[in-house]
């Protein structure tokens, strides 16, 4: 780099050559210097600038672009999980409320079948209750009337003599006959 320098300050030392040459004066020389250089950036770079330019733009705008397909896209997926949210959330609501009436529906159902089992226990005791009452009636109905036949018979055996002992079991024959067909 130094020697690019020195070879433009060395320029300035020459003579100059007839009409063309390098006038060292700063201060008349820069501003038209300044504005051939500038002429030249403006013409030559041009194009490189407005094509530089153009391609950061068009950078910025496919981004942008990007961007909002990127945006449509969260938000499309945003609303379809929204969507779904919804749909479990109802479906969770119908199955919780279904969950709940079927349970006091099984409990409405086991207290139902409790209070019918109930009421049959409660009748097969009351049937058993008057089983055993009506075997034990009949039971001391048959010792009284064993006893009373018996003493009966000790009677009759003491105080009658055969023909009237065969008449009178003959009729209590008769009456126990009745009896049973009655019981029966």
Same mark, same amino acid.
């Given at each position: 780099?130094?020697?690019?320098t020195? +070879?433009?300050? +060395?320029?300035?030392?020459?003579?100059?050559?007839?009409?063309?040459?390098?006038?060292?004066?700063?201060?008349?020389? #820069?501003?038209?210097?300044?504005?051939v250089?500038?002429?030249?950036?403006?013409?030559?770079?041009?194009?490189?600038?407005?094509d530089?330019l !153009?391609?950061?733009k068009n950078?910025?705008?496919?981004?942008?672009?990007?961007?909002?397909?990127?945006?449509?896209?969260?938000?499309? &997926?945003?609303e379809?999980?929204r969507?779904?949210?919804?749909?479990?959330?109802?479906?969770? !609501?119908?199955?919780?409320?279904?969950?709940? +009436?079927e349970?006091?529906r099984e409990?409405?159902n086991?207290?139902?079948?409790?209070?019918?089992?109930?009421? &049959?226990?409660? #009748?097969?005791? #009351?049937?058993?209750i008057r089983?055993?009452?009506q075997?034990a009636?009949?039971?001391?109905?048959q010792?009284?009337?064993?006893?009373?036949?018996q003493?009966?018979?000790?009677?009759?055996?003491?105080?009658?003599n055969?023909?009237?002992?065969?008449?009178t079991?003959?009729?209590?024959?008769g009456?126990?006959?009745?009896?049973?067909?009655?019981? #029966?």
């Amino acid at each position: 780099m130094k020697n690019v320098t020195d +070879s433009f300050i +060395s320029l300035g030392y020459w003579p100059s050559a007839g009409s063309f040459g390098f006038n060292t004066d700063i201060l008349a020389t #820069n501003p038209i210097n300044l504005s051939v250089v500038l002429g030249v950036l403006i013409f030559f770079g041009k194009g490189v600038l407005s094509d530089l330019l !153009d391609n950061r733009k068009n950078r910025i705008l496919k981004t942008i672009r990007n961007s909002e397909e990127l945006r449509g896209g969260a938000i499309e &997926q945003l609303e379809r999980a929204r969507s779904r949210l919804r749909k479990v959330e109802m479906e969770a !609501d119908q199955f919780r409320v279904n969950g709940y +009436s079927e349970i006091e529906r099984e409990k409405l159902n086991l207290i139902n079948s409790t209070y019918k089992t109930l009421g &049959q226990l409660e #009748n097969y005791k #009351n049937e058993t209750i008057r089983f055993e009452q009506q075997r034990a009636i009949n039971q001391v109905r048959q010792q009284v009337f064993q006893q009373a036949l018996q003493g009966a018979l000790g009677t009759l055996n003491n105080c009658l003599n055969n023909e009237l002992h065969l008449r009178t079991i003959s009729a209590n024959l008769g009456m126990f006959g009745t009896m049973k067909e009655i019981t #029966n």
